[in-house]
């Protein structure tokens, strides 16, 4: 028997073995509801980065917030904080955020170190006068 | 509408398309490359899974089907190392059984018996039967879909014949 015979009865009969072969069917319902779940996965990932990163970029305002401006008027900062404070200090102040400062903030420090020194600084003047 | 852009706008409707269309084909090829049926199922699934998840990797120039049937061959190939069952060096020997007739599931005349014989091939010897027999493809064409020298398939043919031909001989005794 040549190769070529051979060829043809190997095809002719893996053909025919093969032909009885199917997928059940259930696998087409099986397949769809994999790809719906797999959409659904992806749609919650991509709302909990955004989250994740809206958060990211609160905190980092949060904590980067500036120090009270140098040239406000001493102890206007401590008696009005919120006339006399930075855009991202307004920020920080918002609930959570100031949450946060108060987290990453050195113990034993003071809140406002600053401020308390001011409010000292006037009233040792005003004693003075 | 081409079954690519179905599955780009409606993955859902897509993927009952491209089983409706491919999934015969698919399951024949899966059955020659896997040991048993479920394991032919389950690369299916995985295969059609994936083609939709990764359906804007396509390039419309290539044949579907041949796409399709690389997503198939590199997850059967993970799944052998994984398991380091069924997978030879190319240019090894190939480790063909010693008498088809005695492989237990062997029933002279029987197609199942020569489906036996042929998923007791090493897969690469596998591939090449898949495609020269199954899929009509010829040499040059079956090399470049499995990324090897001509030279390489007609080796892998040569030996598959010879352990299928011993298959049939004895079938016939």
Same mark, same amino acid.
């Given at each position: 028997m040549t190769d070529d015979e051979l060829d043809g009865i190997l095809s002719a009969k893996i053909k025919r073995s093969l032909a009885g072969k199917s997928l059940p069917d259930a696998f087409s319902a099986r397949l769809a509801a994999s790809v719906r779940r797999s959409a659904k996965t992806y749609r919650l990932k991509m709302a909990a980065a955004a989250l994740a990163g809206t958060f990211s970029v609160c905190a980092i305002l949060g904590l980067a917030a500036a120090r #009270? +401006? *140098?040239? +406000? #008027?001493? /102890?206007a900062v401590a008696a009005y904080p919120a006339q006399n404070s930075t855009p991202a200090e307004e920020i920080s102040q918002l609930g959570i955020l100031g949450v946060l400062r108060e987290c990453f903030r050195r113990p /034993? *420090? #003071? *809140? *406002?170190r600053k401020e308390a020194e001011s409010i000292r600084f006037t009233t040792t003047r005003k004693e003075e006068k | 509408m081409e079954l690519y852009r179905e599955i780009l706008e409606n993955r859902e409707n897509g993927a009952h398309r491209l089983v409706l269309e491919y999934g015969k084909r698919l399951y024949a090829a899966a059955v020659l490359l896997c040991a048993n049926d479920s394991d032919a199922e389950e690369l299916v699934f995985r295969t059609f899974e994936q083609a939709v998840k990764k359906? @804007?990797?396509?390039?419309?120039?290539? =044949?579907f089907f041949t796409w399709l049937y690389a997503i198939m061959r590199n997850f059967r190939r993970m799944d052998c190392r994984r398991r380091r069952v069924d997978v030879v060096p190319v240019g090894a020997p190939a480790d063909l059984p010693e008498s088809p007739s005695t492989a237990p599931e062997a029933i002279p005349g029987a197609g199942d018996g020569l489906l036996q014989t042929i998923r007791k091939l090493p897969l690469p010897l596998r591939e090449a039967v898949m495609l020269h027999y199954?899929? =009509? @493809?010829?040499v040059d064409e079956a090399a470049a879909i499995l990324g090897v020298p001509p030279g390489t398939v007609k080796s892998r043919l040569h030996r598959a014949r010879e352990a299928l031909a011993a298959f049939l001989e004895g079938s016939k005794s």
């Open positions: #009270p +401006a *140098r040239n +406000a #008027p001493q /102890g /034993g *420090r #003071p *809140r *406002r | 359906i @804007k990797l396509y390039d419309p120039q290539r =044949d199954f899929e =009509d @493809k010829s």
